[in-house]
T-cell receptor, first 115, second 112 residues
Framework: KAGVTQTPRYLIKTRGQQVTLSCSPI?????VSWYQQTPGQGLQFLFE???????NKGNFPGRFSGRQFSNSRSEMNVSTLELGDSALYLC??????????????FGPGTRLTVL | GIQVEQSPPDLILQEGANSTLRCNFS?????LQWFHQNPWGQLINLFY???GTKQNGRLSATTVATERYSLLYISSSQTTDSGVYFC??????????????FGKGTKLSVIP
């Protein structure tokens, strides 16, 4: 079974631009979560989608948004990029049925650098 | 929110040595996972262990949910064990959703 895939793997943007990251979960998984990892703040939860609905959102500004498609693939968007948005963005998938996420499996991440 | 504390923050081992990593959490949780992050950033699942003990080769984990801690044991360490080990707890956050809260990790360096 293929694992979680994320594209692109690396991205360089300038302040003020916007960016879209993509995540394809493990086949059969319906829950997709996004996390941001920075040296200062560690791994922080961004949001979770299940069956195209956002079920939960972390404490991030509205510039961070996401969506999930009917095939469970998910995208996250960051608008008006700031230097502090430079981070490794990780996507995780799980079965997510019955209100319980269950074991989460992570993709390789997208490393975003904002100049 | 729930607090997750990992210790030690850094650990240097000679190849072949054994080690114990600890994860304390401040409230009841539904599940707990241990991950190993390799130098390229990939988080690799080690254990999904809400309670009890599990073993996988040279690694084993024990979670005592009633006392709010989990331990990860690494025996006969190898240089490939180097990296950062994360503990993450899953807790119901409302609206049918669970989320993972991560500790800050233990950075392990195994030297030949």
């Amino acid at each position: 079974k293929a694992g979680v895939t994320q594209t692109p793997r690396y991205l360089i943007k300038t302040r003020g631009q916007q960016v879209t990251l993509s995540c394809s979960p493990i086949s059969g998984h319906r829950s997709v979560s996004w996390y941001q990892q920075t040296p200062g703040q560690g791994l922080q939860f961004l949001f979770e989608y299940f069956s195209e609905t956002q079920r939960n959102k972390g404490n991030f500004p509205g510039r961070f948004s996401g969506r999930q498609f009917s095939n469970s693939r998910s995208e996250m968007n960051v608008s008006t990029l700031e230097l502090g948005d430079s981070a490794l963005y990780l996507c995780a998938s799980s079965l997510g049925s019955g209100g319980a996420s269950g074991e989460q499996f992570f993709g390789p991440g997208t490393r975003l650098t904002v100049l | 929110g729930i607090q997750v504390e990992q210790s030690p923050p850094d650990l240097i081992l000679q190849e072949g040595a054994n080690s114990t990593l600890r994860c304390n959490f401040s409230d009841s949780v539904n599940n707990l996972q241990w991950f190993h992050q390799n130098p390229w950033g990939q988080l690799i699942n080690l254990f999904y262990i809400p309670s009890g003990t599990k073993q996988n080769g040279r690694l084993s984990a024990t979670t005592v949910a009633t006392e709010r801690y989990s331990l990860l044991y690494i025996s006969s360490s190898q240089t490939t064990d180097s990296g950062v080990y994360f503990c993450a707890v899953e807790r119901y956050s409302g609206a049918g959703s669970y989320q993972l809260t991560f500790g800050k990790g233990t950075k392990l360096s195994v030297i030949p």
